[in-house]
Every structure is written in structure tokens, then in C-alpha cells.
């Protein structure tokens, strides 16, 4: 079992920067595809970026596609999500996800496909 922290949540201006960090731990987290979800109050968690254990990177929201990146460094454990020109509605919670993978997995970053949770961290975009 992998056990997920985030951190990199914060307070930031309209226009401005974040990276957010997912750090696995537990059995053999290089067997895992890992991916970044939000939610808005009010609204249902969306997927934003998932990366499969063979490297594939998937955006399934336009909203974010250009200003977001996901990365990992596997000799840190960990998934980065770097968050430029933030936006308002890119306010949330945060969550990365995880879920047990063959090296051919595919992934379309829907919430369901992932079984481990981290307990995300708050995004906040405001002036």
C-alpha cells in the first residue's frame, strides 16, 4: 500500500505561481500511476493532471492545459504540480491520487480509475 502526502497549498494572487508536491511512500511507489484532482466548493472533484507509471501525461481539462505541468522525480518519490497564471476558479482542494498500475496502463485522470487518496492541500486565488 502507498501512503500519499501533499503540501504547496496556498494563498496566492490572480496571475500568480504554485507547485504543489505529492510525496509517496510505502511498497514500491514507482508500480504506481499518480494524478492531481480538485474540487471547488460546490462542485463535483475533477481530474486536472495524471501521470501513468510509464511516464504518460495526461491534461484532461482544457482550463488548464498550458499553464499546468506535472512532473515526477522518482528518486524523491514524488509527483509536482506546477501551477502558473492561477486563476480564481482554479480555487480548491487539491488531492493527489494514486492506484496500483501494469506498465502498459493507460489513464483518461477520472477520479474512479484511483484508489489512494492524500488528503489534499487548500488552493486559494484571490486579490
Known amino acids: 500500500q502507498v501512503q500519499l502526502v501533499e503540501s504547496g497549498g496556498d494563498l496566492v494572487q490572480p496571475g500568480g505561481s504554485l507547485r504543489l508536491s505529492c510525496a509517496a511512500s510505502?511498497?514500491?511507489?514507482?508500480?504506481?500511476?499518480v494524478g492531481w484532482f480538485r474540487q471547488a466548493p460546490g462542485k463535483e472533484r475533477e481530474g486536472v493532471a495524471c501521470?501513468?507509471?510509464?511516464?504518460?501525461?495526461?491534461y484532461p481539462a482544457d482550463s488548464v492545459k498550458g499553464r499546468f505541468t506535472l512532473s515526477r522525480d522518482k528518486s524523491k518519490k514524488t509527483v509536482y504540480l506546477q501551477m502558473s497564471d492561477l486563476k480564481p476558479e482554479d480555487t480548491g482542494v487539491y488531492y493527489c491520487?494514486?492506484?496500483?498500475?501494469?506498465?502498459?496502463?493507460?489513464?483518461?485522470?477520472?477520479?474512479?480509475?484511483?484508489?489512494?487518496w492524500g488528503q489534499g492541500t487548500q488552493v486559494t486565488v484571490s486579490s
Open positions: 501521470i501513468t507509471r510509464a511516464g504518460g501525461i495526461t
Open positions: 491520487a494514486a492506484r496500483g498500475e501494469i506498465l502498459t496502463a493507460l489513464t483518461t485522470c477520472a477520479s474512479h480509475e484511483y484508489n489512494t
Open positions: 510505502g511498497v514500491r511507489p514507482d508500480y504506481y500511476g
